[in-house]
Nanobody, 124 residues
Framework: VQLQASGGGSVQAGDSLRLSCAAS????????MGWFRQAPGKEREFVAA????????YYGDSVKGRFTISRDNAKMTVYLHMNSLQPEDTAVYFC??????????????????WGQGTQVTVSS
């Protein structure tokens, strides 16, 4: 499975961005697609995830109410709509995929496949 993330950029506080993660290869409909981020000097943080099969959605506490994850099954693409961006959202954002259980959907090491990161920079 190959994952291609795109859509990062530099924005002002309060702006919006949409990240995309396109999956190719033998991606299973049972997979969970997740977004994680890592800021310089900080640990990787769970952002959001969505289950291909039933659309089950999960969010990290720091993005609830501001970020929305969605999927396009036909395009095998997952989107992360980020609204009301703040400087603390600045990070490299990674998409990931794998056969992830409910208990570990927020755990990065539970995912089997990772895309390259895309930088999001939010200035005040």
């Amino acid at each position: 499975v190959q994952l291609q993330a795109s859509g990062g950029g530099s924005v002002q506080a309060g702006d919006s961005l949409r990240l995309s993660c396109a999956a190719s290869g033998r991606a299973s409909s049972a997979y969970v697609m997740g977004w994680f981020r890592q800021a310089p000097g900080k640990e990787r943080e769970f952002v959001a995830a969505i289950r291909w099969s039933n659309g089950g959605i999960y969010y990290g506490d720091s993005v609830k109410g501001r970020f929305t994850i969605s999927r396009d099954n036909a395009k095998m693409t997952v989107y992360l709509h980020m609204n009301s961006l703040q400087p603390e959202d600045t990070a490299v954002y990674f998409c990931a995929a794998g056969s992830v259980g409910l208990a570990t959907v927020r755990v990065g090491r539970a995912y089997n496949y990772w895309g390259q990161g895309t930088q999001v920079t939010v200035s005040s």
